[in-house]
């Protein structure tokens, strides 16, 4: 009889490898299918990891191996498919494998435990003869027996609860008696029932993205939908999905922010009349289990989903699509480090199926993927309703009066647009009151005393927050270096800019979006429907505000600051300021009405901002392109980030000198080594940050496996090191 075969597991620890565990003789496991999960021992713990493989020839002897205690699933909790992306998520990205399969899966699964479909009660009558001789005395038991049997098909609780209170001990009687009985059932995905919406007719060039990508359903290929905003990208997703879910497949749609997929879901329920399951941080671990299982099950015909939807088991996944795909939050900046979009990619790629990138102002990775002919560009030129993208003006600051960060031109033009009734968006990207702290008289600013950041000032609470960490300090009475008490809060914060606009519009209703304003489960919803709504005529945001929402009634939007975007030591620093810029100014004039954009600046002469101004996005982006050609930077080189972080700084040196010389003797050929450099953002919640930045010609030249070098460095264990391959901050 042949020796049973040896299982290579991830399991979810941060090391970049798989383990091998044999299978004990008794009792008999059956045929063990790849992607099932195992429990098995580990250490002094017990692990829940996924079977990746088996073989017969173990890098230990068979005695030397320890046995897996349960097999947990017969069917597997991971398609081949999807397996074959998390191992190659895992290797591009030099992830720790189990890491990356467990954050493919629901918590629920992380564990010992299984996922049963949600199910619901309903009660149903056993007989349809009138109960008023039996129930004489009971007439509470009578009204529900009556309006239990006035619906042959039973009525679940939540159905009992709309029609009727204190139900449930009446219904608890009826049971007794005979009279209704209680069948526990699966739970059906919830429809919009009846509000079924009338398709719109594709324009000219809707159509034509959408007969250009429908041709080729059956294969891979990436599209870049280059649609300006508000030009209907997401009618021509619909009109694919629609195609493929005809064809029984599914849709996943990845929406960069959270804010965006309750209004993308209702959307498309109105419209296509489909089950839509949604996956994002803000689900708790039940919900998340039935977004999985209907997604894995086939139960839901579209999954929209934030980055890590990407992971999701599908039973039949047809078409993917990236919307706003130029957004960073696709990144993931901590934990697991992986683009979902590129990821997204790779997996179309596997599947043989379609991938759309949706952006207005396209990332310049997916532009210069254009030019290789990688990707495939499809232009949405107009927007889909009369209006027409606005123009935007600029507001020089230079030597102008600016009282609170609102010039008198940019207060005019608010008081005209309220005079008309109509909405009016801010955007500013920074929250809390003001920014800095600064004593008159010797210059001390309050800085955090865990990083290198000042302390943001809030004045409601009267207190100072950091950004950075959670530390929050008293407000100084007097400076706490020279005592005076001439202390200045300077600067401006979405919180300042709302209370000088109160005290400029009065009786003017504004809403304030940021993270201190929405913090909450469906504050951020219930505050964009009222402003949908028109219950607040100024809106005041940050970067939340401008991704994908569509405000009808904005005919003005008003950008405050983002001359620091202009100065910003990063390479991509002006690419994404200039995407912002872009989809902040797509905000307005939405609708029927004219929009109106106006920029306050101290650099209207900035070359790059006056490219973007006067020759579009498209023309600013091949700017943009030629001046990274010329720097030897992506997308015309790969790179990738060491990063350490340690109490000393002098440790991160250390490491990250050794770490580089070592990478050398490697044979790091091609691969030019920058650094050590301290991050940014030098000192964070008390640990010193540094990185190596590695810069290669080619993606091959850097993608031997650096973590598994760096993992046996002596001081890798004293210091916390990350390594991010395309980073979008290099900071
Ligand atoms: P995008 O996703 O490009 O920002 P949307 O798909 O949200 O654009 O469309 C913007 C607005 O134009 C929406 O209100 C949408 O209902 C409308 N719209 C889109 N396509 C059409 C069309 N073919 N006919 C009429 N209205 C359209
Ligand atoms: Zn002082
Ligand atoms: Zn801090």
Not at 7 to 14: D, E, F, G, R, W
Request: contains cysteine; glycine residues 6%.
């Amino acid at each position: 009889m042949s020796s049973p075969p040896i299982l290579k597991l991830a399991l979810p620890v941060p090391l970049y490898r798989y383990f091998e565990y044999r299978l004990p003789a008794q009792p008999t496991f059956g045929d063990i299918r790849i992607g099932v999960r195992a429990r098995v021992p580990f250490g002094n713990q017990t692990l829940v990891g996924i079977v990746v493989g088996k073989h017969r020839s173990p890098s230990l002897p068979p005695g030397k191996l320890k046995a897996v205690l349960e097999i947990l699933d017969d069917e597997p909790v991971f398609d081949p498919v999807l397996q074959k992306v998390l191992f190659w998520t895992a290797s591009y990205y030099q992830q720790p494998p189990g890491e990356v399969f467990s954050a493919a899966l629901p918590g629920v699964l992380r564990k010992n435990r299984r996922i049963t479909a949600a199910t619901c009660t309903i009660y149903r009558a056993c007989t349809d003869q009138a109960g008023g001789q039996v129930l004489h005395n009971a007439p509470k038991q009578h009204q529900v027996l009556e309006l239990i049997q006035s619906h042959p098909g039973g009525l679940s609780s939540g159905e009992m609860n709309a029609r009727m209170t204190h139900w449930r001990p009446a219904v608890r009687a009826l049971i007794g008696k005979g009279l209704v009985e209680e069948i526990i059932r699966e739970q059906t995905m919830a429809r919009t029932p009846n509000t079924r919406a009338q398709p719109l007719i594709l324009n000219q060039e809707q159509q034509h993205a959408y007969e250009q990508i429908c041709r080729n359903m059956q294969e891979f290929g990436t599209y870049l939908l280059a649609g300006v905003t508000g030009s209907g990208k997401t009618e021509v997703y619909l009109a694919l999905a629609k195609d493929v879910i005809h064809h029984g497949r599914q849709v996943l749609i990845l929406v960069p922010e959270i804010g965006l997929t309750p209004q993308l879901v209702r959307r498309i329920e109105t419209r296509l009349n489909v089950p839509v399951a949604r996956m994002h941080s803000d689900l708790n671990a039940g919900e998340r289990a039935q977004a999985w299982l209907q997604a894995s099950t086939g139960k839901a015909d579209i999954v929209v989903g934030t980055r890590s939807a990407v992971f999701l088991s599908f039973k039949n996944l047809g078409l993917i699509v990236v919307d706003e795909e130029h957004d960073l939050s696709f990144k993931q900046q901590d934990g697991l480090l992986y683009n979902a979009r590129d990821v997204a990619i790779y997996r179309a790629k596997q599947l043989s199926v379609p991938v759309v990138l949706g952006s207005a102002t396209p990332s310049l990775e997916s532009q210069h993927n254009v030019h290789r002919s990688h990707y495939q560009r499809i232009v949405l030129s107009k927007r889909a309703k009369r209006a027409k993208i606005p123009q935007v003006k600029l507001i020089d600051l230079r030597s102008k009066p600016v009282t609170d960060g609102l010039s008198s031109e940019l207060i005019q033009a608010i008081d005209a647009e309220l005079m008309n009734r109509h909405q009016v968006l801010l955007f500013l990207n920074r929250r809390g009151y003001a920014p800095f702290l600064l004593c008159h008289e010797c210059a001390w600013t309050a800085e955090c005393s865990r990083c290198n950041a000042h302390m943001v000032f809030y004045k409601k609470q009267n207190i100072l927050k950091c950004h950075h960490c959670l530390n929050q300090e008293q407000v100084p009475a007097a400076c706490p270096q020279c005592n005076s008490e001439n202390i200045l809060f300077l600067g401006e914060g979405t919180q300042r800019i709302e209370d000088r606009l109160k005290e400029i519009f009065p009786n003017t209703a504004m809403a304030r979006i940021d993270r201190d304003s929405t913090r909450g489960k469906n504050t951020l919803q219930d505050r964009l429907d009222d402003i949908r709504k028109g219950k607040y005529q100024i809106i005041i945001g940050t970067q939340m505000l401008t991704k994908g929402h569509d405000f009808p009634n904005v005919t003005l939007v008003g950008i405050l600051n983002v001359d620091h975007g202009l100065l910003s030591s990063d390479f991509r620093a002006t690419e994404h300021l200039a995407q912002l810029i872009v989809q902040v100014s797509g905000r307005a004039g939405r609708s029927l009405h004219k929009g109106k954009v106006l920029l306050q600046t101290h650099q209207p002469e900035h070359p790059l901002l006056n490219c973007l101004l006067t020759r579009g996005y498209r023309e600013f982006s091949e700017e943009v392109l030629k001046q990274r050609e010329s720097c030897g930077l992506p997308p015309y080189t790969f790179m990738l980030l060491i990063r350490a972080r340690a109490h000393q700084q002098d440790l991160t040196y250390r490491f990250l000198q050794d770490v580089k010389s070592s990478m050398l003797c490697a044979g790091a050929s091609g691969l030019n080594l920058f650094g050590p450099i301290p991050a940014n953002l030098e000192r964070k919640a008390g640990m010193y940050q540094s990185l190596v930045v590695a810069i290669a010609s080619s993606r091959n030249a850097r993608q031997k496996h650096w973590a598994e070098l760096i993992q046996q460095h002596p001081l890798a264990k004293r210091v916390r090191w990350t390594i991010e391959v395309d980073p979008l901050e290099t900071g």
